[in-house]
DNA sequence: ATAAATATATTGGGCATACGATATTAAACC
DNA sequence: GGTTTAATATCGTATGCCCAATATATTTAT
């Protein structure tokens, strides 16, 4: 059940490049609280060193971006995802539709 | 998006109350591995300190059940995951029915 | 009764997630 | 040019997840 962080971060630059900042505001909005400077960019860190992301420096930002090797990656870790945990999602669409 | 595997126990234990045997079964069938005692125990006990689930003595098992308390809280978290992770699984799904 | 099997539980070590504090760099502003 | 601001990055610390190893108690088998 771990890395559910960095398959969300690859999950978010799968549909569109980033900085960290960017990032940040991005799982504020979805999960309701923005992850600290120390939670996000040793994520982003290890994401690089294992190839998923890129990373290059505009500026004073740093535009993350996904690797052809994280889409891969990113599409293993979907499929295991929706199979462990998309029974739960089923049964709460079904007990709200009531 | 820590506290995933405890989410993940009380959701089955919802479905039904089991002993720790059985749990590592249902997370091996769902997951691909069995996870160790060292994961599992730790896991129920802090669940159990929590008021979450209520455990029984049954010879040499401990039937593990969910409280009141911990239905609460699964609702809750249950909201919280399918408003976090929904739109990923909703993608996966388009995309594999192509 | 003894041995084997089942189930629970803890310990120690490693990695992932998380925060707050601090430091560094580069752009923007005056 | 010097200050402020924005963005990146690291550090220390705490907790959750994970395994292998170990220990304990209870049931089953011989």
């Not at 971060?9 to 940040?24: A, D, P, T, V, Y």
Request: hydrophobic share 35%; net charge positive; aromatic share 8%.
């Amino acid at each position: 059940m771990r890395g559910m962080l960095s398959f969300y971060i690859l999950w978010l630059l799968s549909n569109r490049s980033m900085n960290g900042q960017e990032l940040c505001k991005e799982l504020a909005r979805r999960r309701g609280s923005k992850p600290s400077a120390g939670t996000i960019y040793p994520a982003l860190r290890s994401l690089r060193e294992n190839g998923l992301v890129n990373m290059e420096r505009q500026g004073r930002a740093t535009i993350y971006s996904i690797s052809e090797k994280g889409r891969d990656e990113l599409e293993r870790a979907c499929k295991y995802f929706c199979s462990v945990f998309g029974e739960i999602l089923q049964d709460h669409i079904k007990s709200t539709h009531k």
